[in-house]
């Protein structure tokens, strides 16, 4: 497995690749792999003939008031976990390289973005916006995986993608769970054993909707408040959304007819936790 | 030479082109071609061994109050002229072709876009990125071919390239003029007789700033005052803006030592009409 610092370095390693009429699929992240990512890098093995895994803490998608600086990162774990998981190449790039004097560039996706994270951490989507859109047409992947935990992000890159005529498939892969439930999330690690606990009652409410909805309540609003009411019961959990909106549109639904994301995002301790759940 | 008007097509036409090992040159286009348009296909069949010009009046790079419907259109001379010129193949597709329901994507560059047509004309950059990056994606031409006439255009265009990381050589060509100076543009055809004479105060005015430059005048605002002087003379003539900005940064200059684009936006009659030179 090689490992890549610059974008000349990593085109040079995907042209070879395609010259050798070799598939590429690429795995976004962050970093601080999970195995979420790793499931992510063997789904795009089994599709792709090479697998590229870009680690990439993207200083443009963070507020100004949130973890960019305290976010995990230990490449040389990353490294290790990648080319176990089959990874052929990864590619960590610097700030610099990414982001060079004089960059002014942004992808914006409208619409689908007002809402849920779009929301609570204005300017978030734009930063994945754009560089998922550099991390594309540097490594030309033919499949780019995503995981389901982050919604509204695999939506957003899905609609950029087709947007902008991007000529690559977007595969979105189920979440990850730890065995008691919890998404898996480079962030679990900010809780302290306690808010670990607690953080199960995204989980918990979570199943309790889908119970509901199996039960037969089609009302939202009902449905939102139900959930809401659950996670408030956890003393450590503060609620900043529970929201119900179509899928894949992220519409407003009074009455649930089709498919439906049902989305949370919960502060506990140092950590923003989302996960959700389609139901339908 | 083959006319297409749907992006799979198109692509498909690109697709047999590389494998067989061939380059692609893109010259995009509004279409109503003139001497200009013609000049970047037959640079393009210099550099490239396939040109492929793309006819399509983007409607997101107009205003509300702009002449979006009335802009002349004629794709059956354009065929024609194109095809003299040695084009391979046209790409013409669509309103719903290239904005689908649904689209909500936009590329935006910033800071060289905030002045000049970007402060006459908001939103113009953006739709020009925006149109240019999917156009760029579906031809994924090795160069694509621009006017020096749209010196912004060509800045925020190779800006996006870069910053987007598009794996593409933009190339800028200088501005074909008519046998009097009148830079060549589509909507030179707006002008009256009366007007077309009077549109040459554009070059002159620029010819003008040239020989004052030469015989050493360095002091930015008043070259601009002296340009705008001279427009003033022409009754037919509504300056939209005269300015002076360092060259290629579009930074502000107060005396001149490096190169320096002087730039105009002049109304006359139904046209708005651009022009340009660098002086160093």
Known sequence: MQVFHTIPEMRNFVRQARAGGRSVGLVPTMGYLHE???????????HCDVVVVSIFVNPVQFGPNEDFASYPRDLERDVRMSEKAGVDAIFNPSIQEMYPAGFCTQVEVGRITEKLCGLSRPGHFRGVATVVTKLFNIVKPDRAFFGQKDAQQALVIERMAADLDLDLEVVTLPTVREVDGLAMSSRNRYLEPEERRAALILYKSLQQARELY??????????RRLVAAMIATE???????????SYPELEEVAEIQGPVLLALAVKIGRARLIDNIILE
């Open 36 to 46: 979420g990512h790793l499931e992510l890098m063997r789904q795009a093995g089994k």
């Open 214 to 223: 199996r039960a037969g309540e089609r009302d939202a609003s009902r449905l």
């Open 235 to 245: 003393p450590l959990a503060g609620i900043d959304y529970v929201e119900i909106y």
